[in-house]
């Protein structure tokens, strides 16, 4: 893969990550939490920070 791809791809992964951080936030002002869901997007985001690493890896970063 391309060195743009591989850009695309940490910054549509930052994005990812910060507006799933803003819907833990949100849900965290709810008097009724839905841990679950929280906990969901928790893994999510650990995923999308290991492939922003693989990507920075492949840059040489």
């Given at each position: 893969?391309?060195?743009?791809?591989?850009?695309?791809?940490?910054?549509?992964?930052?994005?990812?990550?910060?507006?799933?951080?803003?819907?833990?936030?949100?849900?965290?002002?709810?008097?009724?939490l839905?841990?679950?869901?929280?906990?969901?997007?928790?893994?999510?985001?650990?995923?999308?920070?290991?492939?922003?690493?693989?990507?920075?890896?492949?840059?040489?970063?």
């Amino acid at each position: 893969m391309s060195k743009k791809h591989h850009q695309k791809a940490i910054k549509s992964l930052t994005q990812r990550i910060t507006e799933h951080q803003e819907k833990i936030r949100l849900e965290s002002e709810n008097s009724f939490l839905d841990e679950g869901l929280i906990k969901h997007w928790e893994k999510e985001i650990r995923a999308f920070d290991k492939a922003m690493q693989q990507a920075r890896k492949r840059l040489g970063q």
